[in-house]
């Protein structure tokens, strides 16, 4: 193969010619004192070049802008006659970055040499990767290097050092001299690499940057969606006649899976109640429901499938169903979704007539609530056979009630306090929020206090607020007494 003519830049090293044509002699000391200045000058050369790089990688903000100018430090620190950038991108091919020559024609044919090479590189380790049948692998093709030697020719004097970001080869720089008394010293070589290592620290700040702003972007949704999550909650409970209520929910991560509502089963008459057609006190006669739930999982897809939840649930409560039928409705609408997601819900569904002071209800698999009665100060579980929303598309709920007297008092809650883990590794388990609520209930005098009592407790045995890493949901209903 015929030797690509690569155009050698002035060497430091080559001989002046005298263009008198005159013979002068010099001594010893005068060779010496040129042999040193030269030596001299090449160096403050090569530092300046040095500096000159460094100096761009800390201003330029494009990494494509420092890219260009390696190649031509690359060639000028080393007294080469041509460079060029390889690197390696993330889908495992390799690509020509960057490519210095003297003058354009041979830059061009220098281009189109590289180009056919790595094309055919490509080929082969696409070749590979699909016979292996594994995402590509992110390897320089080992005959790269001999293939550029050969495209070049015996007459090119061909070098190259690696480009390695966090110890894994992503590039190679190559030198091309056509001097034949060209010599790959120990200087160059090192002086090659401090042009390598400053390419690999701009390549691994490129990519921090785009990693740091993907972050970013990802924090801007999950503020948004936090907030969104926030506003879908209730902002505070509702005023229900005879019943004094209380509710929190706290997320381990800024987006969660709890959920808990309070829905009134009629909005007509409160609609009506807002436009001054009905008295607040027989809007507050209103039957409300009272629910919680919780998605398997944490973050933002268990935020979305709450987010479904809370809107089909809220349309389902105006069918004025029994809570059985609706949770056997909700399940069935929520199935194909949630099968999809692989994710599913379990949700305690109950509804509270001020009138009859009635409470009816039904479980989806959640943690069964606890009742204080407050004539003989036990603690009750409230309770029915079913599955999880999601599991099973003709799954069958079962319809509980119960009589509520003043004093009885009742609390939701969610897995995160009975799940909650000491440093010991002990879990808090329902045993002991059973302990911890029978003690709110006779210590405290509101649903307030006993809401706060619990969280401290809970907070106080895993040693630290939101210490589990678990979401946290508590409802406090009791009934108030008829003084």
Same mark, same amino acid.
């Not at 993330?90 to 970055?97: F, I, Y």
């Not at 509980?400 to 002990?426: C, E, H, M, R, S």
């Given at each position: ?5 690569? =155009? ?8 002046? #010619?005298n263009? !008198?044509?005159? +013979?002068?002699?010099? $001594? @010893? /000391? %005068? ?26 990688l ?42 210095h ?14 180009d ?24 320089? =093709? ?8 050969? #495209?070049?020719? !015996?007459?090119v +004097?061909?070098?190259? $050092? @690696? /480009? %390695? ?21 120990q ?41 969104i ?17 209380a509710?929190?929910?706290r ?9 808990y ?25 209103v039957?409300w ?39 056997q409705?909700?399940?069935?609408v929520?199935y ?36 204080w ?19 099973d ?74 210490s ?16």
């Amino acid at each position: 193969m015929t030797a690509v003519p690569i =155009p050698r830049q002035p060497s430091s090293t080559d001989k002046n #010619a005298n263009p !008198s044509g005159v +013979r002068t002699e010099t $001594t @010893p /000391v %005068l060779a010496l004192k040129e042999l040193v200045a030269s030596l001299y000058r090449e160096q403050n050369k090569i530092q300046n070049l040095l500096s000159s790089l460094g100096f761009a990688l800390r201003s330029f903000n494009n990494l494509n802008q420092f890219l260009e100018l390696t190649p031509l430090m690359a060639a000028r620190v080393t007294d080469a006659d041509g460079s060029a950038l390889i690197l390696l991108k993330s889908n495992g091919q390799v690509s020509l970055e960057q490519l210095h020559c003297q003058e354009h024609q041979a830059t061009q044919e220098l281009r189109r040499l590289l180009d056919g090479v790595i094309r055919q590189a490509n080929t082969s380790e696409n070749q590979r990767n699909k016979n292996s049948n594994n995402s590509p692998v992110l390897l320089l =093709p080992s005959l790269l290097d001999e293939q550029i030697r050969q #495209a070049l020719g !015996s007459q090119v +004097r061909l070098y190259s $050092t @690696p /480009v %390695l970001v966090k110890n894994v080869e992503r590039g190679r720089f190559y030198i091309f001299s056509n001097d034949p008394d060209y010599v790959w010293t120990q200087t160059r070589r090192k002086l090659l690499q401090l042009v390598a290592d400053q390419t690999a620290v701009a390549i691994a700040n490129n990519e921090l940057t785009v990693e740091l702003r993907s972050k970013e972007r990802q924090d801007r949704e999950l503020e948004i969606a936090s907030e969104i999550q926030l506003r879908l909650l209730p902002r505070k409970c509702p005023k229900i006649q005879g019943v004094e209520l209380a509710a929190r929910c706290r997320n381990a991560d800024r987006v969660g899976g709890d959920y808990y509502d309070f829905i009134p089963t009629n909005y007509d008459q409160l609609r009506q109640t807002q436009e001054g057609k009905i008295d607040k006190q027989t809007a507050c006669c209103v039957p409300w429901s009272i629910v919680i739930g919780d998605v398997m999982g944490k973050g933002v897809p268990a935020g979305l499938i709450m987010t479904m939840t809370r809107g089909m649930l809220r349309a389902e409560v105006l069918n004025r169903h029994s809570p059985a039928q609706i949770l056997q409705h909700l399940n069935r609408v929520m199935y194909a979704d949630l099968d999809k997601s692989h994710r599913f819900v379990t949700l305690f569904y109950s509804e509270y007539d001020p009138q009859s002071q009635i409470l009816s209800y039904s479980n989806a698999a959640h943690n069964p609530p606890l009742m204080w009665r407050a004539s003989s100060q036990e603690i009750e579980r409230l309770d029915t056979n079913g599955m999880l929303i999601g599991v099973d598309a003709d799954s069958q709920y079962e319809d509980a009630k119960v009589q509520l007297k003043p004093g009885d008092t009742i609390i939701y809650y969610t897995d995160g306090f009975t799940d909650a883990v000491n440093p010991n590794g002990d879990r808090f388990e329902e045993k002991g929020l059973i302990e911890a609520f029978r003690r709110a209930c006779q210590q405290c005098h509101s649903p307030q206090e006993i809401l706060d009592y619990l969280f401290e407790q809970v907070d106080r045995f895993v040693g630290g607020e939101n210490s589990n890493g678990d979401d946290m949901t508590l409802v406090v209903m009791r009934v108030q007494s008829s003084e």
